[in-house]
């Protein structure tokens, strides 16, 4: 079972990027995808989830507004849309899974997912 994390890149503030993670070896479309973001020397910090269906979806309130998340099951890849990016955005973006549907109480821990993907490089600057 693998998750990959692609996308990330260097972009100005007020700028937009796409995410992607995709998987392998399992049924993405039976798992919860998860993102989370780690700024360096500071914890992984929840951003997105979305459960199988695509139906459920929360966000951390600092992305509200600004990032999308969604998926295609048939091509077994979730996408995180990133609008409006500024600097506290800069970080390392990790996607994670877990067969469970997410909770509101309990998808922004780390220990929810037992699937984690390698992260990709977000860099927000002018």
């Known amino acids: 079972l693998q998750l990959q994390a692609s996308g990330g890149g260097l972009v100005q503030p007020g700028g937009s990027l796409r995410l992607f993670c995709a998987a392998s070896?399992?049924?993405?479309?039976?798992?919860?995808i998860a993102w989370f973001r780690q700024a360096p020397g500071q914890e992984r910090v929840p951003v997105s989830v979305i459960d199988a269906s695509g139906d459920t979806v929360y966000y951390a309130d600092s992305v509200k507004g600004r990032f999308t998340i969604s998926r295609d099951n048939a091509k077994t890849t979730v996408y995180l849309q990133m609008n409006n990016l500024n600097p506290g955005d800069t970080a390392v973006y990790y996607c994670a899974a877990d067969p469970r549907s997410p909770n509101r109480f309990t998808w922004f821990f780390t220990s929810q997912y037992h699937y984690w993907g390698q992260g990709t490089l977000v860099t927000v600057s002018s």
């Open positions: 070896g399992f049924t993405m479309d039976s798992h919860t």
